[in-house]
């Protein structure tokens, strides 16, 4: 069965820096591309990075580039979100997800972690 799980979150403060962590199994990262949303309350789920599992390539929202580095390896199955120079703004709830061979953007995506909660506050 195909199974996302993050974590790494909690409370940073602005400037600071926090690492996600999603912990793939059941299938393997080569053939698929992993994405990672957040969803902040009252706003809509954004995608903020992709990559995918067979050459790399990423993707970035403008709102994450430069500050954001998305990463996988695939031996531990696992892909990581390095969230720099955080904002109060990245405040969310942070997910992963699975879905096209390519990182083309963010539709698509069919298996869904349950989230993690990233807080950005002095």
């Known amino acids: 069965q195909l199974q996302l799980v993050e974590s790494g979150g909690g409370l940073a403060q602005p400037g600071g820096s926090l690492r996600l962590s999603c912990a793939t199994s059941?299938?393997?990262?080569?053939?698929?591309?992993i994405a990672w949303f957040r969803q902040a309350p009252g706003k809509e789920r954004e995608g903020v990075s992709c990559?995918?599992?067979?050459?790399?390539?990423?993707d970035y929202a403008d709102s994450v580039k430069g500050r954001f580095t998305i990463s996988t390896d695939n031996a531990k199955n696992t892909v990581y979100l390095q969230m720099n120079s955080l904002k109060p703004e990245d405040t969310a709830v942070y997910y992963c997800?699975?879905?096209?061979?390519?990182?083309?953007?963010?539709?698509?995506?069919?298996?869904w972690g349950q989230g993690t909660q990233v807080t950005v506050s002095s």
């Open positions: 997800a699975a879905g096209p061979y390519y990182c083309t953007g963010y539709v698509g995506y069919d298996y």
């Open positions: 059941g299938f393997t990262l080569y053939y698929y591309a």
């Open positions: 990559i995918s599992g067979s050459n790399g390539s990423t």
